[in-house]
């Protein structure tokens, strides 16, 4: 899928997109959350790019076109070999006519590539002096980065000690997976922090926190390795001999973590269509990584290949970035429904805004249980970042705090069940209606006993529990073989209302057809998934209402 360029119409529009588009990589470097979400800001930039190249005269000096980190990033640690970064493709035809263009470029066809997944974090380069981690140093605009070097020791796949006294820099990415993630958002909040968006977002602000009242782990994966001024000859004479696919292999062998250990190594491929069928692969193996990928680098795996195509102020010209489709979109939280399992169970489900991912729209994300809501300080109206990939149920990662207007409104919890209106058993994490089990017998039964269907005067909702509680009924007919001795065994029920309520059940069995053919619970909307029900999370109704639009008796 090709993202499509914003239209940009005159120089207002262009000015304002580069303003929305530096401001969006200022925040992604600082490890803030971006306003824009990448498919957005990707977006702008083709716009941008596409305005920019019938308007040469008019270029804006703080356009990201042509910047590594669209011009965001700093930093004073200058580094011995630029580092750049990489262009797009999204498609197979614009990865087949960058191949075409590289091969008039180095004057014949690529004959080995090498794919690896694109990893979703930030690059860091990593010094090693004798085999000892010395320093570590951030992208920042390619040509020189900011010393981060206060993180050594808490990248896991990046060893202190190499497993050979080289010396040599190693490159790659720098990611939180998803345990470490969570974890992360934990340890800050437990700290009185902002939940962070996104693994990415936490990565970028927990690698350039330099004084933390605590450390969280992070992961490397390495893609490049290169001499630094102070390699012994004859190694970096065969480091800069060797095809990416080797460097790789030796990273590994002296102990750095690379693609190899995953579920999706970096292959060699000799064709176009070897190289796209890799491409689909990983794309298909995406959602179950225990990291974030956005898309798939491939490389002219030789070195006299990359050497011929050298590169431009911003990215080298044999390799490319293929796009994978965004999974992460920022959309609404517009509201929080309480769903009754059969278990009895009481989940929230997130109601958003509906946003487009990967083809599909979202309208719901799970939101794991009411723990998970508090821990996160979700609120109705927050700007939240949906999560999707593959076929899995999307989730909220978090909410984009920084976007809060100050409408937004506390999600408020149910009281009593949604669904039977009992009680709520809250004592573990997950909640769970009283009732158990029986919870969908005491809604039905309540139903069934309401005014439009069977209008069983006495049977409210408090008598139905009862009933249910008591192991007297466990369906409909039973309620019609109730006998006296039975119900004046129940709590508060005296003489008076037992005799009421048999006369009542017994006039029930005088309805007309139509009456009994909707009392049964099928027969009447899903009360479970109730989003009619006026909502429990605003303020003004904090709880369920216990009459509904079917006029159960009251209890
Ligand atoms: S190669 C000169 N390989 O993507 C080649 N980069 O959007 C530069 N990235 O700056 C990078 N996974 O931070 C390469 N397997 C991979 C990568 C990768 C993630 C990042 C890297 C780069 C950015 C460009």
């Not at 573990?428 to 006993?449: I, P």
């Not at 004046?488 to 037992?498: I, K, P, V, Y």
């Not at 029900?533 to 605003?538: I, L, V």
Request: proline letters at 7%; glycine letters at 8%; hydrophobic letters at 40%.
């Amino acid at each position: 899928m090709t993202t499509p360029a914003a239209v940009i119409v005159d120089a207002a529009a262009y000015a304002q997109a580069v303003e929305d588009t530096v401001k969006a990589a200022a925040a992604y470097y600082a490890g803030g959350t971006s306003p824009l979400d990448d498919d957005a800001y990707d977006q702008l930039v083709r716009g941008i790019a596409a305005w920019e190249t019938g308007h040469p005269e008019q270029v804006l000096p703080d356009s990201p076109t042509g910047k590594v980190a669209g011009g965001a990033a700093e930093g004073d640690v200058p580094h011995t070999v630029a580092m750049l970064s990489l262009d797009n493709v999204f498609s197979p035809e614009e990865f087949t006519a960058w191949t075409a263009s590289l091969a008039r470029r180095i004057g014949h066809d690529v004959t080995v590539f090498s794919a690896e997944p694109k990893l979703d974090g930030l690059a860091i380069a990593a010094r090693y002096t004798d085999g000892r981690l010395t320093r570590l140093i951030t992208r920042g605009d390619g040509t020189a980065g900011e010393d981060v070097s206060h993180a050594i020791g808490t990248l896991e796949g990046l060893p202190l000690e190499l497993a050979e006294p080289v010396t040599v820099e190693v490159r790659g990415e720098v990611l939180m997976t998803t345990a470490q993630f969570e974890h992360a958002n934990e340890v800050r909040v437990a700290h009185g922090g902002q939940p962070f968006a996104n693994p990415r977002g936490a990565s970028a602000g927990t690698l350039r926190a330099k004084e933390r009242a605590y450390t969280v782990p992070m992961t490397f994966f390495g893609y490049g390795l290169l001499p630094l001024p102070d390699t012994e000859a004859a190694l970096a004479a065969r480091l800069g001999e060797l095809a990416h696919s080797a460097l790789m292999a030796q990273a590994a062998v002296y102990g750095v973590n690379t693609t190899a250990a995953t579920a999706v190594p970096g292959i060699t491929a000799t064709t176009v269509e070897q190289v796209l069928a890799r491409v689909q692969e990983i794309a298909a193996l995406r959602a179950t990584l225990p990291f974030g990928i956005d898309g798939v680098v491939i490389k002219a795996d030789l070195a006299a290949d990359q050497h011929t195509a050298g590169s431009g102020t911003r990215a080298p010209r044999w390799a490319i970035a293929y796009k994978l489709p965004a999974v992460e979109k920022i959309t609404r939280l517009l509201d929080v429904e309480w769903n009754v399992g059969r278990t009895g169970i009481i989940a929230p489900r997130a109601v958003l805004e509906p946003v487009t991912i990967e083809g599909s729209t979202i309208t719901y994300a799970t939101l794991h249980n009411p723990a998970d809501i508090t821990r996160r300080d979700l609120r109705l109206g927050d700007r939240v970042m949906v999560h999707r990939a593959g076929d899995v149920i999307p989730r909220i990662e978090a909410p984009v705090a920084h976007l809060r207007t100050g409408d937004e409104q506390p999600i408020v919890f149910p009281e009593v069940c949604p669904r039977c209106g009992a009680g709520i058993d809250t004592s573990e994490q997950r909640w769970r209606c009283e009732m158990g089990r029986n919870c969908h017998l005491v809604a039905a039964l309540s139903y069934a006993a309401g005014r439009d269907q069977l209008d069983i005067e006495g049977l409210g909702h408090t008598r139905v529990v009862q009933l249910v509680d008591a192991g007297l009924v466990a369906d409909l007919a039973d309620l019609f073989t109730l006998t006296r001795e039975q119900l004046l065994g129940l709590e508060r029920m005296g003489a008076t209302s037992t005799d009421n309520l048999l006369t009542a059940i017994e006039t029930a069995k005088g309805q007309p057809l139509s009456r009994v053919l909707c009392a049964p619970k099928r027969c009447s909307r899903s009360r479970a998934s109730a989003p009619r029900r006026p909502h429990p999370s605003s303020p003004s109704s904090p709880n369920w209402p216990r009459s509904s639009t079917n006029s159960p008796r009251p209890g």
